[in-house]
């Protein structure tokens, strides 16, 4: 059992670096959205800093199991621990600030509206930071997030491209940001006109402030409001959601990996010291204190 376990620990760390690829993928992805579409841009250095760590580290303990390096097993053990610990870490923090908060629905509508109330802690602090929030504003309008969102439909009776109708678009499934910044809350009552453009009705009550912070200018639209926030917080919690799945998977592996690697070093350790395999350690004996 003992023999096999170097080349066991050998093969389990190729295994380990290999799959460390998907978290330096979903870290890369969450930094593609950061630049486009959710506009966090500190999330995605933890999930880089540890997949680059566990492919380190990878390598160090294919190296040591290997060429049976007790040091660099010892180093490959210390390191592993921690970026375990890390690991766990990062899974419980990111659950924890993204525990709360979830979309809320409307009746006659397809689509998700989302509430900044409903989300609390340290995540919904950070976003709704004037100055940090005049950031994210910034980058989801040079994103052209709502851009996207015009649909035209051909004229069963012309044949000419339109609008879409209001009755159609209130059936698309849109995403948490572009319901609560491209548009206004379904409860100011607007009129529809376009995607992006709405009219006020006259007599309606406007109970929720996002009405008042509501602009026809497409440069401005609901990007001040709290929806918006609401919605940039409900996408990032789906993003970490995703990528949280692959590290749990990945966490598994690694403290499989540790443990081979324990074994690994314990036969290193038995290399060093000349000691014969499957034989146990001699121990000394006590002497008799009676002599026949």
Not at 217 to 225: A, F, G, I, P, S
Request: a positive charge; one cysteine or more; aromatic letters at 12%.
């Amino acid at each position: 059992m003992m023999r096999g376990s170097n080349s066991l620990i050998g093969a389990v760390n190729l295994i380990t670096f290999l799959v460390s690829i998907p978290i330096l993928g979903g870290g890369i992805w969450l930094a593609s959205r950061a630049n486009s579409t959710d506009c966090i841009r500190f999330l995605q250095w933890p999930i880089i800093i540890i997949a680059l760590a566990i492919m380190l580290v990878s390598l160090a303990g294919f190296a040591g199991a290997c060429y049976r390096v007790s040091w660099l097993l010892r180093l490959y053990l210390f390191a592993m621990f921690f970026v375990v610990v890390a690991l766990i870490f990062f899974i419980v923090f990111a659950y924890a600030v993204t525990d709360r908060g979830h979309g809320e629905v409307v009746m006659n509508r397809a689509f998700l509206e989302y509430q900044l109330q409903d989300y609390s802690g340290w995540l919904k602090d950070r976003v709704s930071d004037p100055g940090y929030w005049g950031k994210i504003s910034a980058c989801l309008r040079d994103g052209k997030v709502c851009k996207g969102m015009r649909r035209f439909v051909r004229d069963q009776n012309t044949g000419i491209l339109v609008q879409e109708p209001a009755d159609v678009f209130y059936r698309r499934d849109l995403s948490p940001i572009q319901s609560g910044c491209c548009k206004p809350p379904t409860s100011c009552g607007y009129t529809y006109i376009n995607e992006t453009l709405w009219t006020a009705t006259p007599g309606t009550v406007v109970i929720d402030q996002d009405c008042t912070r509501w602009s026809n200018n497409q440069q401005e639209l609901c990007y001040e409001c709290d929806s918006c926030k609401a919605g940039v917080l409900a996408s990032i919690k789906h993003s970490w959601r995703k990528v949280s799945v692959i590290n749990i998977v990945v966490l598994i592996i690694l403290v499989i990996v540790y443990v081979a690697g324990c074994a690994a070093y314990r036969n290193a350790k038995r290399i060093d010291n000349d000691e014969p395999f499957g034989m146990p350690r001699m121990t000394k004996a006590q002497p008799s204190r009676f002599q026949f």
